[in-house]
Structures are given as structure tokens and as C-alpha cells.
């Protein structure tokens, strides 16, 4: 059974900071990893995909990589902001089944 | 715009009441999702539909009922089995059909359900 862990649960950073976020999936059987951001009382807002054949995805300040053979994904914000404050979600898609598998998140306060 | 769209955004339920959360979405996707969120937690899967008049349960659909009649809605019903109901619940849709499995899930606002 997949298991999808990130650490740290909370994370608190001045702004202006580099953040790093961590996520690690126990199986490496997967079709793909998703980064959503999560604000208070709000649905997800998908920010990356990458596919298991990729390495690395990047979209403006975001940056995602993965290593499936150790099981990791981290996210780099560059430049926080207070505006990126909010939770982040990783999930992975296993190859067997067709269904999501979400890590706890981390909450990130980006202090002005 | 295309999205998903959840209705309403806060459920209030009676003590052995059935009650019915809305999901739609005009983005012609074929695949739709239930999602449970409880505080401070990731998501837990309730129910899924790959196509219109099928679905599977998720890791937590004991308490839960759901029906996919037309592919543009997956209504979630919480039915009074359900013991502890309170919690955020989310619905998402991807385009997964065939070879498509490596599309993205997009998510609707949620619906927050509690109990009277």
C-alpha cells in the first residue's frame, strides 16, 4: 500500500527566503506526482505535474523534482513571498490502481 | 469558464439524517473523485468514477454513497451510518480514459459538513 509522507508539518520563513519542501512515497511503482497548494477553507490548486519520466518540472518560482528510485519529490519556492503562505500537498499516482494518495501537507507561513 | 463547482459550501446534518452533497463539472472530463479532509490531515479517497454509471469505493467509503448518472455530476450522499461525518469534502476531476492517465486532478472548493 502506497504511504506518501512530508516533512516538515510547519515551516516558518522571512521573506525573501528560498523554501524547501519534502515529500517521500513508499512505493516507486507510480504513473505520476502532483504539487497542489491549499489555502485556508479553500479547495486545491494543482501547481505541478510530473510525469514518472521526468525529473525535474518548473514553472515560474516553483520548482519540482523527483527521484523515484529513492522515493522523493521536493519543491523549491525561490523568493518566498507572504503571499506564497498557505499548505502544500503532494500526492502520487500509483501505477496499480487509477486514485491519488495524498501526504499530510506542510504549512508555510512566509513572515514579511 | 470550465471548473468544478460544489454545492453548498456549508452542510449542517441532524442526527440520523441523509444528507446530499452536489459535485458538477463542465469540464468533459470522464473521471470524478470524493475526497475526505479532516483537520490538519491530507486527503482520504471516499468514492471514484472512471465512467457514467460505474464507480469504485476509495479507502473510506463505509457511510458513504455516490451515483454517476450523467458524466457531468458525482452527487456524494452521507447517509446516517456515517458516525463522524464532520470534515471538509473535496471533488475532483481528471481526463482519464485509456492512455490519458497522466492528467492532472483539478479541484472544486469543498463543501464543509457538520453536525448539528
Known sequence: KQEVTQI???LSVPEGENLVLNCSFTDSAIYNLQWF?????????????IQSSQREQTSGRLNASLDKSSGRSTLYIAASQPGDSATYLCAVRS???NKLTFGGGTRVLVKP | DGGITQSPKYLFRKEGQNVTLSCEQNLNHDAMYWYRQDPGQGLRLIYYSQIVNDFQKGDIAEGYSVSREKKESFPLTVTSAQKNPTA???CASSLDSGQSRHQPQH????TRLSIL
Open chain 1, 37 to 49: 497548494r491549499q489555502d485556508p477553507g479553500k479547495g486545491l490548486t494543482s501547481l505541478l505535474l
Open chain 2, 107 to 110: 479541484f472544486g472548493d469543498g
Open chain 1, 8 to 10: 516538515p508539518a510547519a
Open chain 2, 88 to 90: 471538509f469534502y473535496l
Open chain 1, 95 to 97: 501505477a496499480a490502481g
